[in-house]
T-cell receptor, first 113, second 112 residues
Framework: KNQVEQSPQSLIILEGKNCTLQCNYTVSPFSNLRWYKQDTGRGPVSLTIMTFSENTKSNGRYTATLDADTKQSSLHITASQLSDSASYIC????????????FGGGTRLMVKP | DVKVTQSSRYLVKRTGEKVFLECVQDMDHENMFWYRQDPGLGLRLIYFSYDVKMKEKGDIPEGYSVSREKKERFSLILESASTNQTSMYLCATIEGGHTEAFFGQGTRLTVV
């Protein structure tokens, strides 16, 4: 069964600090992996995409990594800001119509001043 | 920019009412999905559709039905709303290349 597991479930950090969120997956066939940010009461918005051949990709203060061999991805947030407080969801996209999107449970990040 | 628009941000309905949640996308995507999101349970797939008039059950279809009469519109129907259907409902689309899923802003449904 396709699964995506994220850790930690929740995280509290001080403004300006860095943090790393983890995502482990068992999805087949794998197409790509995306990290989404979801503010409270809103729909998820894509932060970055990782394809099979990519190891690292940055989008401003967000850096995502992918290890296709161990099926692990991480999202590193640098110099956190209060506006980073949100849920971060790892989504693995498959080319299989029946299970196209597999979601992790999300990490709830709270950045405190 | 792809737009996925859900008809309501917030909705309050009474038990037993028939409820329609509408989702419209403007990018001619074939695949559309309805999820519900609950604390501690994450996103769970209710129904999806890969073409007009085609629909497939997801993981939790009970109590729901869907309609896809036009490619851009995917409707979720609660035949007889119950309090356990109080939830955040998210519509999503994915393009043919399967590189990105786009989400609507969500509908917070409360059934009283």
């Amino acid at each position: 069964k396709n699964q995506v597991e994220q850790s930690p479930q929740s995280l509290i950090i001080l403004e300006g600090k860095n943090c790393t969120l983890q995502c482990n997956y068992t999805v087949s066939p794998f197409s790509n992996l995306r990290w989404y940010k979801q503010d409270t009461g809103r729909g998820p918005v894509s932060l970055t995409i990782m394809t099979f051949s990519e190891n690292t990709k940055s989008n401003g203060r967000y850096t995502a990594t992918l290890d296709a061999d161990t099926k692990q991805s991480s999202l590193h947030i640098t110099a956190s800001q209060l506006s980073d407080s949100a849920s971060y969801i790892c989504v693995v996209i498959s080319s299989n119509a029946g299970n196209m999107l597999t979601f992790g449970g999300g990490t709830r990040l709270m950045v405190k001043p | 920019d792809v737009k996925v628009t859900q008809s309501s941000r917030y909705l309050v309905k009474r038990t037993g009412e028939k409820v329609f949640l509408e989702c419209v996308q403007d990018m001619d995507h074939e695949n559309m999905f309805w999820y519900r999101q609950d604390p501690g349970l994450g996103l769970r797939l209710i129904y999806f559709s890969y073409d007009v008039k085609m629909k497939e059950k997801g993981d939790i279809p009970e109590g729901y039905s869907v309609s896809r009469e036009k490619k851009e519109r995917f409707s979720l129907i609660l035949e007889s709303a119950s309090t356990n259907q109080t939830s955040m409902y998210l519509c999503a689309t994915i393009e043919g290349g399967h590189t990105e899923a786009f989400f609507g802003q969500g509908t917070r449904l409360t059934v009283v």
